[in-house]
């Protein structure tokens, strides 16, 4: 079982930016696809963003050129920087790996976390 932990979530007015971080083995995080995706009630899952094990990073249509995906030096942490934030970016976000498929529209990992709420008001 790959333990993955989120944090970094909160409420931030429309046009605002967070940053958030997850928690990953050292060897996941080099070799696996890691990525996001939100869930709100209303919705299914809906991939945000995904980094491939070399570094390449791909984006959901609805995050493009708004969400940054990175990781640190020190192969720990999977970042996801969010900037000018909508209301509708409101979610339940979570961190995800997997072994083999990567695309920023991936929100059906083989591991995940237990998400962080992100809340945008208008």
């Known amino acids: 079982q790959v333990r993955l932990r989120e944090s970094g979530g909160g409420s931030v007015q429309a046009g605002g930016s967070l940053r958030l971080s997850c928690a990953a083995p050292?060897?996941?995080?080099?070799?696996?696809?890691m990525g996001w995706f939100r869930r709100t009630p209303q919705k299914e899952r809906e991939g945000v963003a995904a980094?491939?094990?070399?570094?390449?990073?791909s984006y959901g249509d609805a995050v493009k050129g708004r969400f940054t995906i990175s990781k640190d030096n020190a192969g720990t942490t999977l970042f996801l920087q969010m900037d000018s934030l909508k209301p509708e970016d409101t979610a339940k976000y979570y961190c995800?790996?997997?072994?083999?498929?990567?695309?920023?529209?991936?929100?059906?990992?083989?591991?995940w976390g237990r998400g962080t709420q992100v809340t945008v008001s208008s």
């Open positions: 980094l491939t094990s070399d570094g390449r990073a």
């Open positions: 995800g790996a997997d072994e083999t498929y990567c695309s920023g529209g991936l929100s059906d990992y083989q591991h």
């Open positions: 050292k060897d996941v995080l080099r070799d696996y696809c």
